[in-house]
């Protein structure tokens, strides 16, 4: 998989590099391109491709990673910001945050219910793991 920094997301044979898929964000999603580009990475869980991806409702975007067929979109921001997609376990379920610059935000990541949100201003954010959990912050 390659997402550009403008965005156009290919899914590539590995051996012979001949295009499977392709999404257009810009095209297909009505957007703009953020200041510095599409800089958060795809995040790979199970068959789901999820995305950064902006507009409304479809600041998270899951594609099926083999046809790159839509699965769900969520949440709506101004901007999807540059922190990728993350998956977390808490409370013995699995969570996919998704830190955009207006909040920190926990889904379901099989269906994007949502889970939870942390009202904030950050652009981008870094995570690290100790023994009492994971603590993020931003710079």
């Avoid at 994007?112 to 950050?122: D, E, I, K, L, V």
């Amino acid at each position: 998989m390659d997402a550009g920094d403008r965005r156009d997301l290919r899914c590539l044979e590995l051996e012979s590099g001949q295009l499977v898929w392709s999404r257009d964000f810009k095209k297909d999603f009505a957007i703009k391109t953020p200041e510095w580009g599409f800089a958060g990475h795809p995040l790979l869980d199970g068959n789901r491709l999820i995305c950064l991806v902006g507009g409304p409702g479809s600041v998270a975007v899951a594609f099926d990673k083999d046809t790159g067929k839509e699965l769900w979109r969520a949440l709506t921001a101004k901007e999807p910001g540059y922190s990728p997609p993350t998956m977390i376990e808490a409370g013995g379920r699995r969570e996919l945050v998704v830190w955009h610059p207006e909040a920190v935000n926990g889904l379901d990541p099989g269906r994007a219910r949502f889970a939870g949100r942390s009202p904030g201003r950050s652009g981008s954010a870094s995570r690290r793991h100790s023994r009492g959990g994971t603590v993020t912050g931003s710079f």
